[in-house]
């Protein structure tokens, strides 16, 4: 069985009975999300807080 298959499988014992689907596919989504970032920063994919600031600054027309 995946990883995936099974960390799902675990998510899905924690839920309430009337879980709705949205529920569980909102959770899966974050818990992805988490796991995607957290490989990130393992692989050194980061940006510190001067570059963010200069990013957004451009978005913001600063």
């Not at 709705?20 to 899966?28: G, L, N, P, R, V």
């Not at 393992?42 to 990013?55: M, S, V």
Request: charged share 45%.
């Amino acid at each position: 069985m995946s990883a995936a298959k099974e960390e799902v499988r675990k998510m899905l014992e924690q839920f309430l009975d009337d879980s709705s689907f949205e529920d569980i596919q909102y959770h899966i989504y974050v818990r992805e999300k988490i796991e995607r970032g957290l490989k990130d920063i393992e692989k050194g994919r980061i940006l510190d807080q001067e570059e963010i600031e200069r990013r957004m600054s451009k978005w913001l027309g600063k």
